[in-house]
């Protein structure tokens, strides 16, 4: 019998990795997969989409189709939310839960066509996610199939996202409930029947919709959503495709005038920046917007996140609903939580895992992410916490607390999220 180390399995890569690679991207490991952490600065990138546009790689995110004559009936199941009363060409967050009320995933489903769905789950849980649909679905004819492997994801995220894509996207599906009304009663160019051209699609395309659209001659689902807290639109697309859509979009940013000269910099901004995991998570954060792992586990409840909004109850019987209903009856009891935002000055990060202590010093929670806000410039937190009382759980705005960071206490104050909102 060998004495060796079990060998650890090859970390997957997404149809873009030769891409990064070219970009000098810096590597880490996510969930098994081999994602770039950044390219050059993460301050950099992170600005990039607050001002400008980044453009990210989001394939090693999962795509499960669930379709057939029993698909609503069969969604309503399976997950926390009324799956069945969304449009076609509407998108909603919803959750997996156990049967216990935990937290398996926040996802996103996205209705795509009159009997079919699209389950966006994230990398980590993907295939239990896919399985879960299955055992889920059974017998209420709905098929599950697993897409992820031959499915890639591009994200465009920032204030000129949509003038960046009006170079790339030619045209897309004229779903009614996925499009804004035409301003001022103009009427978009056609190209063809019940279809858009790509700039009428960019500009109409509702917040939190989907349609089928045609990109760089490629076939696509382009969806405005996103991770980042501006506007901007993930585009799923074949992965045989993904290189030639990230190099078409490259050139289309690289067409347009530059940037205004930021304070302190001596260059225009780039029009488009490729941007890694390490500014999207600092980018969601300001946006105060929870990550698997962090905020949400399967130790808790949707309620124990202060996410009881996605969950249905006034609805037939789905997985988890007993438990959900019970403790939804127990809001601010003793062994419940809340998510709480924090926010303090200085120019020390409150990290994940430091105690939260009340003016007696007593811990009353552990933050779950933090940092310095590259747009804010102070530390911002979030934080699971035991409820503020029985009665009002949530804590009040303006509560003054520590958070223990390295032994030295920094002080820190409930403040509402976002954090950061973008310009209108």
Known sequence: ?????????????????????????????????????????????????????????????????????????????????????????????????????????????????????????????????????????????????????????????????????????????????????????????????DVLCGPGILARLRYYAAVRATAAGHSILLARTGYTGEDGFELFCGAEDAEDLWRVITASAQGLALGPVEDGQEVPLPVLTPCGLASRDSLRLEAGMPLYGHELTRAITPYDACLGAVVALDRPDFVGRTALEERKEREGQEGTEVLVALAGQGRRAARAGCPVLDEAGRQLGTVTSGLLSPTLGHPIALARMTPHSPQEPAWPVGTELSVDVRGRLMPMSVVTTPFYKRPR
């Open 1 to 193: 019998m060998s004495d060796s180390a079990p060998m650890r399995p090859a970390p997957r890569r997404t149809p873009l990795h030769a891409v990064h690679r070219e970009l000098e991207a810096v590597f880490t490991d996510f969930g098994g997969w081999e994602m770039p952490l950044r390219y050059g600065s993460d301050l950099a990138e992170h600005r990039a989409v607050r001002t400008s546009a980044g453009l990210f790689d989001l394939s090693h995110m999962g795509e499960v189709k669930v379709e057939g004559p029993g698909v609503g009936q069969a969604l309503d199941r399976a997950l926390v939310g009324r799956v069945s009363a969304l449009a076609v060409g509407r998108a909603r967050y919803s959750m997996m839960v156990t049967e216990e009320g935990g937290i398996i995933d926040d996802l996103i489903v996205y209705h795509v066509g009159q009997e079919e769905f699209l389950v966006v789950p994230n990398a980590s849980n993907r295939e239990e996610v896919a399985v879960e649909l299955v055992a889920r679905c059974a017998g209420l004819e709905a098929a599950v199939t697993d897409i992820s492997p031959r499915t890639a994801l591009l994200a465009v995220q920032g204030p000129r996202a949509e003038e960046i894509l009006r170079g790339v996207v030619e045209s897309g599906a004229g779903i009614p409930a996925a499009l804004r009304p035409e301003p001022g009663g103009a009427r978009d160019e056609d190209c063809g029947a």
